[in-house]
């Protein structure tokens, strides 16, 4: 049932647990994420980039020794939470070059997923899952 008294009338942002503050944004960064507002008091920052798109980075996470094993991902007992963030660019090709130029291991894709999307998946280096997708038009047959 939609709620009469309210509406969600956009997405705002997605916040990050990370170990390493310097190390987090230095990776963040480099996918044009730079800092917006410093939020001290909850240990914290927002970021931004030049398309609105805003991640809350949360300073506050124990190091993860494997650096590589989420435990919403890949653990055997599925738990609840949130997986993955995704977000939108303008070239799958394009990201790609990107994450082989910067050393960023691609964990799974590039791979089509329904009609009209290409998506990659990347870690951040805690492990934090983030998904790239490329919106294409479907194949019309004739």
Same mark, same amino acid.
């Given at each position: 049932?939609?709620?009469?008294?309210?509406?969600?009338?956009?997405?705002?942002?997605?916040?990050?647990?990370?170990?390493?503050?310097?190390?987090?944004?230095?990776?963040y960064a480099?996918?044009?994420?730079?800092?917006?507002t410093?939020?001290?008091?909850?240990?914290?920052?927002?970021?931004?980039?030049?398309?609105?798109?805003?991640?809350?980075?949360?300073?506050? +996470?124990?190091?993860?020794p494997s650096?590589?094993? *989420? =435990? &919403?991902?890949?653990?055997q007992?599925?738990? %609840?939470?949130?997986?993955?963030?995704?977000?939108?660019?303008?070239s799958?090709?394009?990201?790609?070059?990107?994450?082989?130029?910067?050393?960023?291991?691609?964990?799974?894709?590039?791979?089509?997923?329904?009609?009209?999307?290409? +998506?990659?998946?990347?870690?951040?280096?805690?492990? *934090? =899952? &983030?998904?790239?997708?490329e919106?294409?038009? %479907?194949?019309?047959?004739?």
């Open positions: 049932m939609m709620s009469k008294l309210f509406k969600v009338l956009s997405y705002e942002h997605v916040g990050i647990r990370v170990s390493d503050r310097s190390e987090a944004l230095r990776f480099g996918l044009g994420m730079n800092i917006e410093e939020l001290p008091e909850h240990d914290a920052a927002e970021l931004i980039n030049d398309y609105s798109v805003t991640l809350n980075l949360i300073f506050n +996470a124990e190091p993860n650096r590589t094993f *989420n =435990v &919403l991902q890949d653990s007992v599925k738990l %609840p939470g949130i997986t993955h963030v995704a977000f939108v660019v303008d799958m090709n394009h990201f790609v070059m990107f994450c082989h130029e910067s050393s960023i291991t691609i964990t799974e894709g590039p791979m089509k997923i329904g009609p009209n999307r290409i +998506a990659c998946f990347i870690r951040d280096p805690d492990g *934090n =899952v &983030l998904e790239f997708n919106y294409i038009e %479907p194949i019309v047959s004739i």
